[in-house]
């Protein structure tokens, strides 16, 4: 009689077990925080090792999406993920956390994107960015639709921008930090025909104060000279001061 309650019992775990290792990735998607601001379409496999034919941000298609979960971070309730999102002109890795309190947590990720494939509001633009984006991030927090903290870099390499001529500017990074959605980042530029270098700091209101200084060098073409003076009034060096 022992043996067979012991049998059953390790049948019904068994069973369990293999239940929970296949369960579909549908059926893991209902569990996601709504604040998430992206679409997740064609998922197919386990919640355990799952992919997604695209990914959609704001209606835009940003790729495909494969995900392997964690299993030991969900007795801390919390899920927890490698991703890869592989697109035409966006590709990241890294880790992906979610949390009870709905808070989205990226760590060790890195990201390439072409700027011209971004969602960005060219037409508020004096002049359209152009070139690619990298970043590393090594913690960012997402939560209460504001970044709550930040710890990345970001690079754009090549920088180009097209009014209507286009420019090579080098390669510019920016240095972002902060805490309870008190954001700093830090302006610098290398390799180009102008210097670009300053802060931008963004306040949890959402308020964004930006003190830059744009310098021409030696190489600065004639054309990219005369367009700075549209930024602001030039110092004697011919450098500009955006303080706002």
């Not at 930090?177 to 931008?200: C, H, Q, Y």
């Not at 306040?203 to 030696?218: N, Y």
């Given at each position: 009689m022992k043996r067979i309650t012991l049998s059953l019992l390790l049948f019904f775990i068994g069973l369990t077990l293999f239940?929970?290792?296949?369960?579909?990735?549908?059926?893991?998607?209902?569990?996601?925080?709504?604040?998430i601001p992206i679409q997740i379409t064609g998922a197919q496999g386990t919640i355990w090792?799952?992919?997604?034919?695209?990914?959609?941000?704001?209606?835009?298609?940003?790729?495909?999406?494969?995900?392997?979960?964690?299993?030991?971070?969900?007795?801390?309730a919390q899920l927890a993920a490698d991703f890869t999102l592989a697109g035409d002109h966006l590709n990241a890795q890294g880790k992906a956390h979610i949390k009870m309190d709905q808070s989205i947590q990226l760590t060790d990720t890195r990201l390439h994107a072409e700027l011209s494939a971004l969602p960005i509001p060219k037409a508020h633009l004096l002049v359209t960015p152009e070139g690619a984006l990298n970043a590393v991030i090594r913690d960012l927090v997402y939560a209460k639709n504001l970044v709550q903290t930040a710890d990345a870099d970001f690079f754009w390499n090549p920088a180009r921008i097209t009014s209507p001529v286009k420019y090579d500017l080098g390669e510019l990074e920016l240095k972002v930090t902060g805490n309870n959605a008190e954001l700093t980042g830090k302006l610098d530029s290398r390799n180009g025909p102008i210097k670009v270098d300053g802060t931008l700091d963004l306040s949890p209101q959402g308020s964004l104060r930006a003190d830059i200084q744009v310098s021409p060098t030696q190489t600065t073409p004639k054309e990219l000279r005369d367009m700075l003076p549209m930024l602001g009034k030039p110092n004697n060096q011919g450098a500009i001061r955006l303080k706002q």
């Amino acid at each position: 009689m022992k043996r067979i309650t012991l049998s059953l019992l390790l049948f019904f775990i068994g069973l369990t077990l293999f239940l929970i290792a296949t369960l579909p990735v549908r059926f893991g998607l209902q569990f996601l925080p709504d604040n998430i601001p992206i679409q997740i379409t064609g998922a197919q496999g386990t919640i355990w090792n799952g992919e997604a034919a695209n990914l959609h941000w704001q209606n835009q298609s940003l790729g495909r999406l494969t995900w392997k979960l964690h299993a030991l971070p969900l007795f801390t309730a919390q899920l927890a993920a490698d991703f890869t999102l592989a697109g035409d002109h966006l590709n990241a890795q890294g880790k992906a956390h979610i949390k009870m309190d709905q808070s989205i947590q990226l760590t060790d990720t890195r990201l390439h994107a072409e700027l011209s494939a971004l969602p960005i509001p060219k037409a508020h633009l004096l002049v359209t960015p152009e070139g690619a984006l990298n970043a590393v991030i090594r913690d960012l927090v997402y939560a209460k639709n504001l970044v709550q903290t930040a710890d990345a870099d970001f690079f754009w390499n090549p920088a180009r921008i097209t009014s209507p001529v286009k420019y090579d500017l080098g390669e510019l990074e920016l240095k972002v930090t902060g805490n309870n959605a008190e954001l700093t980042g830090k302006l610098d530029s290398r390799n180009g025909p102008i210097k670009v270098d300053g802060t931008l700091d963004l306040s949890p209101q959402g308020s964004l104060r930006a003190d830059i200084q744009v310098s021409p060098t030696q190489t600065t073409p004639k054309e990219l000279r005369d367009m700075l003076p549209m930024l602001g009034k030039p110092n004697n060096q011919g450098a500009i001061r955006l303080k706002q």
